[in-house]
């Protein structure tokens, strides 16, 4: 076997490792739990801060006087538009303002900066029976959203409308990580009163449901990194096109120099 098709031969073999260096572990999330019960961290109790939106409903057994405490024109038909576009939060949902009050009708301006959806909740429900028996508060956070980046099949800004967000239930959100995506370095950035915070995640390590980058909290931005796979695969149409014209020379020089 003469040099040029041994050039060739390596050349080729290089590049069937480099293709085949992905490993099926690399996809996998969790992948060294066993069959065992664990016990997740508790979910973080999130403090309201000027600039949230909330949903706001005072429910009666009387629609006209119920009407009376709510914004006016909030029908079923609104009710759906404003849990389904951004636009419909803002226009029907109660702002938090930057010296921490919401103004609601008839209740006026109420302090909750710093009180979660819950003593937020209890709040209004006492402020509400000083004027009603039967009046019911509703209160949700309209401006719960994470923003997923990266290695994710639909990147963007996400609203969430339960009350609470698990880091896998984000990522769903996204449509699941790509096959690129860098499992075991995910990095989290998280707001806090100190400025942010960071925090790099292990997707494939069971001791992530233990920690607190398990629940996602509101602004919440996760960045999915790509693996160094991706780089060889986006070029590999490149690498094709110049090792055929490689194997090409290799061979018109053997075929001259017989």
Do not use: H, W
Not at 230 to 237: G, I, R
């Amino acid at each position: 076997m003469n040099m040029n098709k041994r050039y060739l031969i390596i050349i080729l073999a290089a590049i069937v490792l480099l293709s085949s260096c992905n490993k099926r572990t690399q996809l996998l999330y969790i992948n060294n739990i066993a069959n065992e019960n664990l016990k997740t961290p508790k979910i973080p109790e999130y403090t309201l801060k000027p600039g949230d939106v909330l949903y706001v409903q005072i429910i009666t057994q009387d629609p006209n006087v119920s009407n009376l405490f709510n914004n006016r024109g909030m029908s079923g038909s609104v009710q759906a538009t404003m849990f389904n576009s951004e636009s419909g939060n803002y226009l029907y949902g109660y702002s938090v303002s930057d010296s921490g009050y919401v103004q609601l009708p008839v209740l006026g301006k109420l302090f909750l900066t710093g009180l979660t959806i819950n003593q937020s909740r209890d709040l209004i429900q006492r402020s509400t029976e000083k004027y009603l028996t039967d009046g019911i508060a509703v209160v949700k956070l309209l401006s719960y959203k994470v923003t997923i980046l990266g290695e994710v099949k639909k990147p963007g800004v996400y609203t969430n409308l339960k009350d609470n967000l698990t880091i896998f239930e984000g990522l769903g959100l996204a449509g699941d990580l790509t096959d690129y995506a860098q499992r075991n370095n995910v990095l989290l950035l998280r707001q806090t009163s100190d400025g942010v915070k960071t925090v790099r995640v292990n997707l494939q390590d069971k001791n992530l449901l233990f920690s607190e980058a398990y629940y996602l909290v509101p602004n919440d931005i996760l960045v999915v990194e790509p693996r160094k796979g991706k780089l060889f695969s986006m070029n590999s149409p490149n690498i094709a096109i110049y090792l055929s014209i490689v194997s090409t020379t290799l061979l018109m020089i053997n075929y001259l120099m017989k």
